[in-house]
């Protein structure tokens, strides 16, 4: 027999010294909380990145292509957006989305603070009212579509039920162009049990030294409500603002249901328009560029507020 075939090590004794140094590095504390921590928060950066970055970035290369999602997208430049500065339905869009938010969002607030107030108190049964008032926010947004269609309804509608209990005539409240955009504010309301919770959070932060103080220098509830609840609450209300003008702005589900548009285009707000464009008449890089719109209207009105409400902001 043969001499045994020799193979050469082909590990380098610097392979090893590096390999060492590597495995020490790696062993120390500081290290392993790192790639622990890292770890464990790989999920939330996974789906940043696939669900968030990779979207934005794909719809930022959509807003320059004319793409129907079936013939592979061509290049057009900036068509997509010139576009837009000549489509009446897209200012009327952005006209409809403004109105709505602008109205429903301050409403939301003083009455969700209202509900707030009147809930802070301990009495009995308390609980059964903070329940019930809350209670609308955990319903389906179609549940809830389908219930205000009922209550708004022009010929069998509660609501005009009552009105015409009273000797009211009937009410188109959904056929009226000029009655449909404040029906739809006022199905905002039902959901304010979200705010008013927060609220309610704050309102129960607030050390009770400060009214204890204030009652003894005679200071009724009024005074008590301006000069130590409110700016107490500053933050609490700058908070709910805030989130309140990002979801206003994207409201969608019960226009669809209910008004889809109409009538005459009455209700036609932002994100509907944009669900036309892109899946109705297939025209996706006009979506993706009405989408950056809508991200961009919306970081304006929030620098717009943090300059100017968020530093009357009170943090204790």
């Given at each position: 027999?043969?001499?045994?075939?020799?193979?050469?090590?082909?590990?380098?004794?610097?392979?090893?010294?590096?390999?060492?140094?590597?495995?020490?590095?790696?062993?120390?504390?500081?290290?392993?909380?790192?790639?622990?921590?890292?770890?464990?928060?790989?999920?939330?950066?996974?789906?940043?990145?696939?669900?968030?970055?990779?979207?934005?970035?794909?719809?930022?290369?959509?807003?320059?292509?004319?793409?129907?999602?079936?013939?592979?997208?061509?290049?057009?430049?900036?068509?997509?957006?010139?576009?837009?500065?000549?489509?009446?339905?897209?200012?009327?869009?952005?006209?409809?989305?403004?109105?709505?938010?602008?109205?429903?969002?301050?409403?939301?607030?003083?009455?969700?603070?209202?509900?707030?107030?009147?809930?802070?108190?301990?009495?009995?049964?308390?609980?059964?009212?903070?329940?019930?008032?809350?209670?609308?926010?955990?319903?389906?947004?179609?549940?809830?579509?389908?219930?205000?269609?009922?209550?708004?309804?022009?010929?069998?509608?509660?609501?005009?039920?009552?009105?015409?209990?009273?000797?009211?005539?009937?009410?188109?409240?959904?056929?009226?162009?000029?009655?449909?955009?404040?029906?739809?504010?006022?199905?905002?309301?039902?959901?304010?049990?979200?705010?008013?919770?927060?609220?309610?959070?704050?309102?129960?932060?607030i050390d009770d030294v400060y009214y204890e103080a204030a009652e003894i220098d005679g200071a009724g509830w009024l005074a008590q409500l301006v000069h130590i609840t409110i700016p107490m609450m500053s933050s609490v209300i700058f908070f709910n603002l805030i989130i309140g003008?990002?979801?206003?702005?994207?409201?969608?589900?019960?226009?669809?249901?209910?008004?889809?548009?109409?009538?005459?285009?009455?209700?036609?707000?932002?994100?509907?328009?944009?669900?036309?464009?892109?899946?109705?008449?297939?025209?996706?890089?006009?979506a993706a560029a009405l989408s950056w719109v809508l991200f961009f209207v919306i970081l304006f009105f929030t620098v717009i507020i943090f300059r100017t409400v968020g530093r009357r902001v009170y943090y204790q």
């Open positions: 027999m043969g001499k045994a075939l020799e193979i050469p090590e082909l590990e380098s004794p610097h392979i090893n010294v590096r390999f060492g140094r590597l495995l020490h590095w790696f062993k120390t504390p500081s290290v392993r909380r790192t790639v622990t921590g890292y770890l464990f928060i790989s999920p939330f950066i996974l789906g940043v990145l696939f669900w968030v970055l990779y979207p934005a970035g794909m719809a930022a290369w959509l807003t320059f292509q004319d793409w129907d999602l079936i013939t592979p997208a061509r290049f057009v430049g900036l068509k997509n957006w010139q576009t837009m500065l000549n489509d009446s339905l897209f200012w009327q869009s952005l006209k409809v989305t403004s109105t709505y938010t602008f109205v429903s969002v301050p409403l939301s607030l003083i009455l969700s603070f209202s509900l707030a107030l009147l809930i802070n108190t301990k009495v009995r049964g308390i609980a059964l009212f903070r329940t019930i008032y809350y209670l609308p926010t955990i319903i389906p947004a179609v549940a809830s579509a389908v219930l205000w269609a009922w209550i708004l309804n022009t010929d069998f509608g509660l609501l005009n039920g009552v009105l015409h209990y009273f000797g009211i005539p009937r009410i188109p409240w959904l056929q009226n162009p000029a009655l449909a955009l404040p029906a739809l504010i006022l199905m905002s309301l039902w959901i304010v049990g979200q705010p008013m919770i927060i609220f309610l959070a704050g309102l129960q932060g003008v990002i979801n206003s702005f994207q409201i969608f589900t019960t226009v669809y249901l209910i008004t889809n548009g109409g009538p005459q285009n009455a209700t036609l707000v932002f994100v509907l328009y944009l669900y036309r464009v892109g899946f109705q008449f297939l025209k996706m890089g006009y």
